[in-house]
């Protein structure tokens, strides 16, 4: 297996534009989280889904931050519009249930300017 | 509401010293612990996991931890560093009860030198 895969790689963007970072889950998988890492606050979790449905998404920062699982294979993290303060490395890692280590993606470093 | 804390931001040690890396937590209901290292400009590699049975478990790399129920702790631990050890160690926490959601600590910088 390829493992997560997260797209782009790299972002960079002006301030109030959309931005929209992908994720394929590993095939099997049943959970889904999305990740925020900063140096100033760590890795936060923004919002964690199992079997496609939303469970917990007390760490979405505000309403310009927005999470989609269509089917079992693939999700998006929209933020409209982007701020500077958004610039961080977003994670997406996926687990085969509940209660089973998570395997991470290479992450998608967005800068927003 | 589950969590977890490292108490150390950086940790230092020769390297062939053995090393540990200390995390506890705070869950309600039986807590599954796991360690993961992340090296620069990369994702987080799973290290090891704590669901149940033996307290020492085994992982990659020669790394081990030590689950403590009455300490609320899950110290990471390998007899022997190496310089290549050097990276970012996160402990994280699922709780079953809570959802399943996976929460990560502050991480500690781990510096192996020669």
């Known amino acids: 297996d390829a493992g997560v895969i997260q797209s782009p790689r790299h972002e960079v963007t002006e301030m109030g534009q959309e931005v929209t970072l992908r994720c394929k889950p590993i095939?099997?998988?049943?959970?889904l989280f999305w990740y925020r890492q900063t140096m100033m606050r760590g890795l936060e979790l923004l919002i964690y889904f199992n079997n496609n449905v939303p469970i917990d998404d007390s760490g979405m920062p505000e309403d310009r931050f927005s999470a989609k699982m269509p089917n079992a294979s693939f999700s998006t993290l929209k933020i409209q519009p982007s701020e500077p303060r958004d610039s961080a490395v977003y994670f997406c890692?996926?687990?085969?249930?509940?209660?089973?280590?998570?395997?991470f993606g290479q992450g998608t470093r967005l800068t927003v300017v | 509401a589950q969590s977890v804390a490292q108490p150390e931001d950086q940790v230092n040690v020769a390297e062939g010293n053995p090393l540990t890396v200390k995390c506890t937590y705070s869950?309600?209901?039986?807590?599954?612990l796991f360690w993961y290292v992340q090296y620069p400009n990369r994702g987080l590699q799973f290290l090891l996991k704590y669901i149940t049975g033996d307290n020492l478990v085994k992982g990659s790399y020669g790394f081990e931890a030590e689950f403590n129920k009455s300490q609320t702790s899950f110290h990471l631990k390998k007899p022997s560093a190496l310089v290549s050890d050097s990276a970012l160690y996160f402990c994280?926490?699922?709780?079953?009860?809570?959802?399943?959601?996976?929460?990560f600590g502050q991480g500690t910088e781990l510096s192996v030198k020669p």
């Open positions: 994280a926490v699922r709780a079953f009860n809570q959802g399943g959601k996976l929460i």
């Open positions: 890692a996926s687990s085969l249930d509940r209660n089973t280590e998570a395997f």
């Open positions: 095939s099997g998988h049943n959970s």
């Open positions: 869950v309600s209901g039986n807590p599954y």
